[in-house]
Every structure is written in structure tokens, then in C-alpha cells.
């Protein structure tokens, strides 16, 4: 799970993408209706034009989509800590965390110290052990008897 810093970063630029998405989609499938009445209808026989129908809906589920969006980022935007605190409780919060911050790392630090002594040992008694098996299996010698 993400932060909500980089939660609201991913749908600011979703919304971008939906922005440009509904920009692209209203210049290649508008109608070339004329701005006043005195203009002449234009028109391109190159262009891909939507019915009003299917231009209206399409244009509507867009919109749709971009107040979603918008609520979303908003609700994001709600979450964030600091909303209705103020800078005094914020720096008291960033001091509280620093200093358990700190005891952490400590605790981290003897841990580390902890076991690199216990790796120690432990690396002692390989040592001692391994030598005993290669005490154990050298020829015994016999002192000559005299006969």
C-alpha cells in the first residue's frame, strides 16, 4: 500500500490523463456546428464524426468520470495529516516520532552488536569443534615395545 502523498500523486495525474483523453476525444468527434447563426456549417470529409446520441452520452460518461476523480482526490486531500492541526501540534508529533525514531535505532545498533558477539561464539565453537574431529582421527602412535 502506497502513501496517501503518492495515492493523491497517481490520481492528479490520472485525472491529467482523463483531461487530455476528454479534450482529444471532443476535437476528433465534434460536429463543425457554426459559433453564430450567420456562419456556415463546415465540414471535413477526413473527420470521424460521432452522432449527437453517441457524442452526448460519451461526453456525459467523461464527465462522470472527471467528478469521480475529482471526489476522490478530495477525499485524498481530507486524509492528509495536518488538516485541522496546528504547526505547534504538527512539530510536537515530528518531535514525538524523531525520538522514538532515535530509541529504534538504538535498540537496531545493540541488536547488531548482539549478533555479531553471538556470531563469534558461535564461529568459536565450529572452530574448537572442527579441531577436535581432526584431533580425534590422527594416527595414534604406539610407543615401540622392546622385546
Known amino acids: 500500500m ?12 490520472q485525472m491529467m490523463e482523463q483531461f487530455c483523453a476528454t479534450i ?3 476535437d476528433k468527434n465534434h ?4 459559433s453564430s447563426s450567420g456562419e456556415e456549417k463546415m465540414t471535413d470529409p477526413q473527420a470521424t464524426i460521432a452522432t449527437s446520441e453517441e457524442f452526448t452520452n460519451t461526453i ?9 476523480k475529482t471526489r476522490q482526490i478530495i477525499k485524498l486531500i481530507d486524509s492528509l ?22 530509541k529504534v535505532e538504538d535498540e537496531k545498533l545493540q541488536a547488531i552488536k548482539e549478533k ?6 558461535v564461529n568459536s565453537m565450529i572452530c ?5 574431529i581432526a584431533n580425534s582421527r590422527k594416527p595414534v602412535e604406539m610407543p615401540e615395545s622392546s622385546a
Open 2 to 13: 502506497t502513501d496517501r502523498l503518492t495515492q493523491l500523486q497517481i490520481c492528479l495525474d
Open 24 to 26: 482529444n476525444y471532443i
Open 31 to 34: 460536429d463543425f456546428e457554426p
Open 60 to 68: 456525459d460518461e467523461l464527465s462522470t468520470d472527471l467528478i469521480l
Open 81 to 102: 495529516p495536518g488538516v485541522d492541526v496546528s504547526a505547534e501540534e504538527q512539530m510536537h508529533r515530528i518531535d514525538a516520532l524523531q525520538k522514538k525514531l532515535m
Open 116 to 121: 555479531e558477539e553471538l556470531l563469534k561464539s
Open 128 to 132: 574448537d569443534f572442527t579441531q577436535g
